[in-house]
Nanobody
């Protein structure tokens, strides 16, 4: 059974940091590209970052470039999103996604709130 379980969300002040985790099971994690998306209330789901299966290539949305870092541990089957210099507009439910060919798996998400 495929599972993606996000954690690490919470309330943080503007300018603060959070590290999100997504623990994977039920598939060969090391062969999948991993992505983070986010969805704020009333808005469409937005792609945030991607990391290659080996972890040697990353891409970011312009809105988070230079502030967020995606990385993975293929031994622990976990992908992370380090978020720094958080802004109120970063507040959203953050979801991880595993993708390879026609396989596409999603987690349930973790809430990030940025507020003073």
């Amino acid at each position: 059974q495929v599972q993606l379980v996000e954690s690490g969300g919470g309330l943080v002040q503007p300018g603060g940091s959070l590290r999100l985790s997504c623990a994977a099971s039920g598939f060969t994690f090391s062969t999948y590209f991993m992505k983070w998306y986010r969805q704020a209330p009333g808005k469409e789901r937005e792609w945030v970052a991607t990391i290659s299966s080996a972890g040697d290539s990353t891409n970011y949305a312009d809105s988070v470039k230079g502030r967020f870092t995606i990385f993975r541990d293929n031994v622990k089957s976990t992908v992370y999103l380090e978020m720094n210099s958080l802004k109120p507009e970063d507040a959203a439910v953050y979801l991880c996604n595993a993708r390879r060919s026609r396989s596409d798996y999603w987690g349930q998400g973790t809430q990030v709130t940025v507020s003073s």
